[in-house]
């Protein structure tokens, strides 16, 4: 049986009283319950991010005043997945901030947290997935799956095409962590006027209530400027040196 996180139970996730003779639900008991929703959720690191941290490049590589805010968050990640505070980043394309939102939630993973990391895009498709007649999930399982895991990472906000289900989908998934005080990491390359455009006003003023206002990354495309001028244009991996041509 699995050790109790909080050192209180004997892993069951209750505490047994011998005076009363009765059982009552032990503080680990909700982390449990959310992980057991989320095992068929993706919770697992991209390979391509796997091992990232502050002291290694692209971290280090990044706009250090935004690299700080994330830092002060994970030093008190307990704290604020417990009261549901959330961080979100916007900026171009390449400067950093599906890196950083990785580097947060592969420090809630390491802690034993219950994560589920998504770009929009694949958690719409899998919304959509659920009404194929062979879907072993129903919508509803799904929505209540993304809502109690303890922490939620979208990447990519705003770049599904809007339609009015999209957007009563979004609204749902951010309403119900909303309400339910969970926490949520996402990434995006609009600002907040052109958010409310692509993803509705009532979803963007939730986000802001949760996640306050987004941490701006700019700067050119890391991606673009990493690439290997003397290896037929291909790209090096992101954060790697630039090749140097051999002395004459």
Request: charged share 30%.
């Given at each position: 049986?699995?050790?109790?996180?909080?050192?209180?139970?004997?892993g069951?996730?209750?505490?047994?009283?011998?005076?009363?003779?009765?059982?009552?639900?032990?503080?680990?008991r909700?982390?449990?319950?959310?992980?057991?929703?989320?095992?068929?959720?993706?919770?697992?690191?991209?390979?391509?991010?796997?091992?990232?941290?502050?002291?290694?490049?692209?971290?280090?590589?990044?706009?250090?005043?935004?690299?700080?805010?994330?830092?002060?968050?994970?030093?008190?990640?307990?704290?604020?997945?417990?009261?549901?505070r959330?961080?979100?980043?916007?900026?171009?394309?390449?400067?950093?901030?599906?890196?950083?939102?990785?580097l947060?939630s592969?420090?809630?993973?390491?802690?034993?947290?219950?994560?589920?990391?998504?770009?929009?895009?694949?958690?719409?498709?899998l919304?959509?997935e659920?009404?194929?007649?062979?879907?072993?999930?129903?919508?509803s399982?799904?929505?209540?799956?993304?809502a109690?895991?303890?922490?939620?990472?979208?990447?990519?906000?705003?770049?599904?095409?809007?339609?009015?289900?999209?957007?009563?989908?979004?609204?749902?998934?951010?309403?119900?962590r909303?309400?339910?005080?969970?926490?949520?990491v996402?990434?995006?390359n609009?600002?907040?006027?052109?958010?409310?455009?692509?993803?509705?006003?009532?979803t963007?003023?939730?986000?802001?209530?949760?996640?306050?206002?987004?941490?701006?990354?700019?700067?050119?495309?890391?991606?673009?400027?990493?690439?290997d001028?003397?290896?037929?244009?291909?790209?090096?991996?992101?954060g790697?040196?630039?090749?140097?041509?051999?002395?004459?």
């Amino acid at each position: 049986m699995a050790t109790c996180p909080d050192g209180r139970c004997d892993g069951s996730g209750f505490l047994y009283d011998d005076d009363t003779r009765r059982a009552r639900d032990c503080t680990c008991r909700p982390r449990r319950l959310a992980r057991r929703k989320a095992r068929k959720l993706a919770g697992v690191i991209p390979r391509r991010y796997q091992g990232v941290s502050f002291d290694r490049a692209p971290v280090t590589q990044i706009e250090q005043h935004v690299v700080r805010d994330v830092r002060r968050y994970v030093d008190s990640l307990e704290q604020r997945l417990h009261e549901g505070r959330g961080i979100w980043f916007q900026g171009d394309v390449g400067t950093g901030k599906t890196t950083l939102a990785m580097l947060i939630s592969a420090e809630a993973l390491r802690h034993g947290h219950s994560v589920a990391i998504y770009s929009l895009p694949r958690l719409l498709g899998l919304l959509r997935e659920t009404f194929h007649e062979d879907s072993e999930t129903s919508l509803s399982q799904l929505l209540d799956r993304l809502a109690a895991v303890e922490l939620l990472h979208v990447d990519d906000v705003g770049a599904e095409q809007s339609s009015p289900w999209v957007l009563e989908q979004l609204y749902t998934i951010v309403n119900t962590r909303y309400e339910d005080g969970r926490a949520i990491v996402l990434t995006t390359n609009l600002d907040p006027p052109r958010l409310r455009e692509q993803i509705g006003e009532r979803t963007v003023s939730r986000i802001i209530e949760m996640c306050g206002d987004p941490l701006m990354l700019c700067g050119t495309d890391q991606r673009v400027s990493l690439q290997d001028p003397f290896a037929d244009d291909e790209p090096l991996p992101y954060g790697a040196p630039r090749a140097r041509p051999l002395a004459s």
